[in-house]
């Protein structure tokens, strides 16, 4: 069966520091990627999407940036973090080639920026 | 570009009240899909909808997709505690990606 899995669960970081996140999947092949943010109590804003590696579209222009170095992993930088970054970050995938883009999603990163 | 609508924001029930959200795309769609959200959870895909007028049932949950495939409604009868939480909707037109609408937040109060 798919597993993914995002890491840290929670962080704390002061504003202008750098951030990397990271998503894996596990158990499937040539998935879609995302990465989404969440604002307490909102709805959720696409961020990045990825169909293959290398391969990263950029929904919301900001100062973060995606990357994917393997077919499952997936990785959310910057280089100086902001206070307006602070949120709730998943990831999330869906099987290439799909009829429909059912999404699964990962636990989340609860990021605090200070 | 496509837009998904979802009412309402919030809303508080009693429990055993009925709950309904409901959910509008600008565009015509391929599929509807329905994702909760427990409070501190992540989104979990709940079921997907693809032919006009299609009506599904998942215990007290009716799920239902518009004859125009453009409107969705989710309903829980009987509301529990067990389903507080942000209901999602989330559309996809032919060949694009999906889209979530904004969510309902259901509080249920004992």
């Known amino acids: 069966s798919q597993t993914i899995h995002q890491w840290p669960a929670t962080l704390v970081q002061p504003v202008g520091s750098p951030l990397s996140l990271e998503c894996t999947v596990e158990g499937t092949s040539n998935p879609n990627l995302y990465w989404y943010r969440q604002a307490a109590g909102r709805g959720l804003q696409l961020l990045f999407y990825?169909?293959?590696?290398?391969?990263i579209s950029s929904e919301v222009p900001q100062n973060l940036s995606a990357s994917r170095p393997q077919d499952r992993q997936f990785i959310l930088s910057s280089k100086k973090l902001l206070l307006s970054d602070s949120g709730f970050y998943l990831c999330a995938w869906s099987p290439l080639g799909g009829v429909a883009d059912t999404q699964y999603f990962g636990p989340g990163t609860r990021l605090t920026v200070l | 570009g496509q837009q998904v609508m979802q009412i309402p924001q919030y809303q508080h029930v009693q429990e055993g009240e009925d709950f309904t959200t409901y959910c509008n795309s600008s565009?015509?769609?391929?599929?509807i899909q329905w994702y909760k959200q427990r409070p501190g959870g992540h989104p979990v895909f709940l079921i997907q909808?693809?032919?006009?007028?299609e009506v599904k049932k998942q215990k007290r949950l009716t799920f239902q997709f518009g004859e125009a495939k453009k409107n969705s409604s989710l309903h829980i009868t009987a509301t529990q505690t067990t389903d507080v939480g942000t209901y999602f909707c989330?559309?996809?037109?032919?060949?694009?990606?999906?889209?979530f609408g904004a969510g309902t937040i259901l509080r249920v109060k004992s």
């Open positions: 909808l693809v032919k006009s007028g």
């Open positions: 990825s169909v293959g590696i290398g391969q």
């Open positions: 565009t015509t769609l391929s599929n």
């Open positions: 989330a559309g996809q037109e032919y060949g694009n990606k999906l889209v």
